[in-house]
């Protein structure tokens, strides 16, 4: 039998209303999709402003580090950045350690540069620490809002088959809060996915100017070790000139 239309516009079709007449596994279940896609919205502001800094504080330390003459004058010049001041740690520590054995330049810069590319992939982790959320709301939250959609139908089905009522008043409103549990699992995975995907691009983007960050502090390197072998060369030459200008006195 046809339900007037008087009686359908007085069905609770509104989502708060629906969200209210659901079953508590549903309503559950709908608490749960609201809170993961807060917390992917608390996740994608806090990050991007994260980035953002990140990415302000390596561009102007790249330009420090283009104007610096050598690896100690970039320790004095280049700000107290975590990242950065770990980088130029690395390749100082380096240094120290293999200063009995300079003169094999191929392999101390090996070494700094083996070094500094396990901490750029360490700050590309740290990076992405916290996205990990992102991508598991993404992959369960479509799954989440089926179950409750799920259930929903399966509670409509057993009142219907209690009340022995068939009329679009009994059966549409728990198909509709059903329903609700599915489009909130899309309201939440959607996002979700969007901004891991954007925040990936994002780190990228970071990862580059650490890169490049590493390449800066290895010509450093190979510009100081240049130096010393530049000056043992000129003591060479200035002991082997005092020596022949002393056999020549005498």
Same mark, same amino acid.
């Given at each position: 039998?046809?339900?007037?239309a008087?009686?359908l516009?007085?069905?609770?079709?509104?989502p708060?209303?629906m969200f209210?007449?659901?079953g508590p596994v549903?309503?559950?279940v709908?608490?749960?999709?609201i809170i993961?896609?807060? /917390?992917?919205?608390?996740?994608?502001?806090?990050?991007?402003?994260?980035? @953002?800094?990140v990415?302000?504080?390596?561009?102007? *330390? %790249?330009?420090?580090l283009?104007?610096? !003459?050598?690896?100690?004058?970039?320790?004095e010049?280049? !700000?107290?950045?975590g990242i950065v001041?770990?980088?130029?740690?690395?390749?100082? +520590?380096?240094w120290?350690?293999?200063?009995?054995?300079?003169?094999?330049?191929e #392999?101390?810069?090996?070494? /700094?540069?083996?070094?500094?590319?396990?901490?750029?992939?360490?700050? #590309?982790r740290?990076?992405?620490?916290? *996205?990990?959320i992102l991508?598991?709301? #993404?992959?369960?939250? !479509?799954?989440?809002g089926?179950?409750?959609?799920?259930?929903?139908?399966?509670?409509?089905? *057993?009142? /219907?088959?209690?009340?022995?009522a *068939?009329?679009?008043?009994?059966?549409?409103?728990?198909?509709? %809060?059903?329903?609700?549990?599915?489009?909130?699992?899309?309201?939440?995975? /959607?996002?979700?996915?969007?901004?891991? +995907?954007?925040?990936?691009r994002?780190?990228?983007?970071?990862?580059? @100017?650490? #890169?490049?960050?590493?390449?800066?502090?290895?010509?450093l390197v190979?510009?100081?070790l240049?130096?010393?072998?530049v000056?043992g +060369?000129?003591?060479?030459v200035?002991r082997?000139?005092?020596?022949?200008?002393? @056999?020549?006195?005498?």
């Open positions: 039998m046809a339900t007037p008087g009686d516009a007085s069905l609770p079709f509104t708060w209303e209210l007449g659901a549903v309503r559950f709908m608490m749960i999709l993961a896609c807060v /917390i992917s919205w608390v996740l994608f502001i806090a990050k991007v402003v994260e980035m @953002q800094r990415k302000r504080a390596l561009a102007k *330390t %790249e330009l420090t283009e104007d610096a !003459p050598s690896l100690s004058a970039a320790h010049l280049c !700000p107290d950045i001041k770990a980088l130029l740690l690395a390749a100082s +520590n380096e120290t350690r293999s200063a009995e054995i300079l003169e094999d330049r #392999g101390l810069k090996e070494r /700094i540069m083996l070094h500094l590319e396990r901490l750029e992939a360490a700050e #590309g740290h990076l992405m620490r916290g *996205t990990g991508a598991t709301i #993404g992959a369960t939250s !479509p799954f989440v089926l179950f409750g959609t799920v259930w929903g139908i399966m509670t409509s089905f *057993t009142g /219907i088959a209690a009340t022995k *068939t009329s679009l008043a009994v059966v549409a409103p728990g198909i509709a %809060e059903a329903l609700l549990a599915t489009a909130l699992g899309l309201v939440a995975a /959607i996002p979700a996915v969007v901004i891991y +995907n954007y925040l990936s994002q780190c990228l983007g970071c990862k580059a @100017q650490v #890169g490049d960050l590493t390449a800066l502090i290895l010509r190979s510009r100081d240049s130096r010393l072998h000056q +060369n000129s003591g060479q200035l082997f000139a005092t020596h022949r200008a002393d @056999q020549t006195g005498r």
